[in-house]
């Protein structure tokens, strides 16, 4: 009973932490619907700043922590309101989830850069106070926990309901519009909200570093525990916000006392949060259609057939004249550059076509790795049941989940995506705990490709025919119907297309493409491992293909090569492996309004040369904007509304329109 008594109090000191995080990210949630995903990532680092504080610039305790919870996190949370988060809530959904991911990897890199990694103690508060209840002893900071978790309830209760500005925090969110006719300030009222959201980010993790220690990941993914305490007042109900927070603290450390340490029970400890998480959002009701204007992406040009074969080919005979140039171990980092490529083609179908964000991509590809090396055939046969595995692993993650949408389908993936890295691909019958898998190359049609640089010719074969039938749907009635899905739900529910399950399909296809990537990596690599798919990979896989443009097969292409960079920048230059992250998240917050990134610098450069040389090289001449609209169907789209082409289509009456080829 006394054991009992004592996992309780542990359990409750968890759950408080939990629940001062949660609370922080329900009231920016409800007053700008922007569900802060690097709220554990800012929490991590301004318990970095208090150690900084308080431990290496030797500043009193109570005056570090006033100066962090009451002038750098609010700060910061004005800073972030400003100037990244406004307008975010009135925008697309996997917009928002794009940008606060960037922060969460950009705040990672920040923290590794400032304060390299190295030991670090931060003292509990009150480490000689403690009081005996029951046969069990209570520290003083966890007391201090819990009351502290108390304490917000009441304030943030006080201020939300018998405030003026609670009053305006929520008017905010129902209409801002009418709330500035009375004379409100909703972006003052939003940077207020961030201001205390941030301080109590950084009151949990503070609370939460001297037991789970000052380290970059580990501080970061705990107190995104929270979200699942979030979850169950569906991001809207405080006190229901707390009763998860204590249940799932409750729950984690019932686990850790009386579940076992061997067999299926064990690898359930440690998933606790991501299977509430999980169990939480299917049981949550079906979410509304939204309705109002129809808002279209601007999406990337899509090339005619031809145009793809010729690009195809130039890529196939550039990856030959490097496998004939390069050394094996340079290879592997291009077989390694087109398998990043194929995963992110897979997120421009789910993403960038059709709209929904997935945070489990390299969780998909892990499956279908798994799967190549389980089935030892390594053949077309392989590959291809590989792929229809994952596929099956998709539709099946999908179908629970087809009440959701947008931010709760995220959540949906990032939950199904930890409970695999940390159970299922840990299993025995799987990978095993730190254990790996062998893997053969290909053999297409009785040809073996056992050489490095003749396996990856294969893999860029792939690469180039995913791409090149990614673009033949996109030009096709499918891809038609995927974009006004994603640009308008709502019109077509109207017209009656069954959305659910035509989501189902396209998460389905989204994992095979996934799968094939992991089986051909496999092949590549020889041998595989639970760690080369991590939940983690997936978040800078979504960032990297956001920078380079979600809605293209180019950017996918050049994501695929940034993000092979990556960990080889990082290696050869390990003092700065911190800044590389930052900068690459930062970049996506950057970038993240524009879905087509940097590929769309690249497209306007090549339109500009080709109106540019237009003239000169007697090109045919598409007089009028109809005809060009009209063609359309037969000729390349990325003329269409851009303005370098409509300035020269709208020359002055009497002047020669522009001679623009498709």
């Not at 201020?159 to 519009?177: F, H, Q, Y």
């Not at 041998?527 to 979600?550: C, E, H, K, P, Y």
């Amino acid at each position: 009973m006394s054991s009992l008594f004592a996992f309780t109090i542990l359990g409750l000191f968890t759950g408080a932490a939990y629940a001062i995080a949660a609370s922080g990210l329900v009231l920016t949630y409800t007053t700008t619907r922007v569900f802060n995903i690097a709220h554990g990532a800012f929490g991590m680092v301004l318990a970095f700043t208090f150690w900084d504080f308080s431990v290496r610039q030797g500043l009193p305790t109570w005056l570090a922590l006033v100066l962090v919870l009451f002038v750098v996190a609010p700060a910061i949370g004005w800073f972030i309101s400003k100037f990244v988060t406004k307008g975010l809530g009135e925008g697309p959904v996997s917009v928002a989830l794009v940008v606060t991911v960037g922060m969460l990897v950009g705040l990672i890199g920040v923290a590794q850069y400032i304060w390299p990694p190295e030991s670090r103690v931060l003292e509990s508060f009150l480490p000689e106070q403690g009081w005996a209840l029951g046969g069990t002893y209570v520290t003083g900071h966890q007391a201090i926990t819990i009351l502290l978790s108390g304490l917000v309830a009441i304030c943030l209760y006080l201020l939300l309901n018998r405030t003026r500005i609670g009053t305006a925090m929520r008017a905010a969110v129902d209409n801002p519009e009418l709330l500035k006719l009375f004379g409100g300030k909703p972006e003052t009222v939003a940077a207020l909200s961030w201001a205390i959201g941030i301080s109590l980010a950084a009151l949990a993790g503070i609370l939460l570093a001297p037991v789970v220690g000052l380290e970059y990941y580990q501080l970061t993914l705990l107190v995104i525990n929270a979200y699942a305490a979030a979850m169950l007042g569906r991001l809207k109900s405080l006190p229901w916000t707390f009763v998860g927070a204590m249940t799932l603290g409750i729950l984690e450390s019932y686990a850790v006392a009386y579940l076992p340490t061997d067999g299926f029970w064990s690898g359930i400890r440690p998933v606790i949060p991501a299977l509430f998480l999980f169990v939480v959002l299917v049981a949550m009701p079906q979410a509304h259609l939204r309705i109002g204007q129809v808002k279209g992406i601007v999406s990337a040009p899509v090339p005619s057939l031809q145009k793809s074969l010729s690009w195809g080919m130039v890529l196939f005979l550039l990856v030959g004249c490097l496998t004939m140039t390069m050394p094996d171990s340079d290879l592997l980092l291009v077989g390694t550059a087109a398998t990043y490529a194929i995963v992110m083609l897979s997120l421009v179908l789910l993403t960038g076509y059709g709209g929904h964000v997935s945070l489990a991509q390299f969780t998909f590809a892990g499956v279908g790795a798994l799967a190549y090396a389980k089935l030892d055939m390594p053949n077309l046969t392989g590959l291809l049941l590989a792929a229809l595995v994952a596929a099956a692993v998709g539709a099946l993650v999908a179908v629970p989940v087809l009440r959701l949408t947008g931010l709760y389908l995220a959540l949906a993936t990032m939950a199904f995506a930890v409970l695999m890295e940390k159970m299922l691909f840990q299993d025995e019958r799987a990978f095993g705990y730190n254990g790996v898998l062998e893997a053969g190359r290909l053999e297409v049609f009785g040809l073996q490709f056992s050489s490095i640089g003749a396996h990856v010719m294969v893999m860029t074969a792939a690469l180039i025919l995913i791409s090149v039938g990614l673009l033949a749907m996109r030009r096709g009635v499918l891809g038609r119907v995927l974009i006004a899905m994603r640009d308008s739900p709502a019109a077509c529910g109207t017209l009656g297309l069954d959305m659910r399950w035509f989501r189902v399909g396209l998460f389905a296809m989204s994992a095979g493409i996934a799968g094939i990537a992991g089986a051909l990596f496999a092949g590549l690599r020889g041998t595989i491992g639970a760690t080369d798919f991590q939940f983690f990979n997936s978040l800078t896989l979504l960032l990297l293909v956001v920078v380079f443009g979600m809605t293209s097969v180019t950017g996918a292409v050049l994501g695929g090569v940034g993000l092979m960079l990556l960990p080889v920048l990082q290696s050869q230059q390990p003092e700065l492996a911190g800044l590389f992250f930052a900068l690459l998240g930062f970049g996506a917050v950057a970038l993240g309004r524009d879905p087509n990134g940097l590929s769309n610098l690249f497209f306007r450069f090549g339109r500009w040369l080709r109106v540019m040389a237009a003239p000169h090289l007697k090109l045919p001449v598409l007089a009028s904007r109809e005809e060009l609209v009209a063609a359309g169907a037969e000729h390349d789209e990325e003329y269409v509304d851009d303005p370098l082409v409509d300035d020269l289509l709208d020359a002055p009456a009497g002047e020669e329109p522009a001679r623009v080829t498709p």
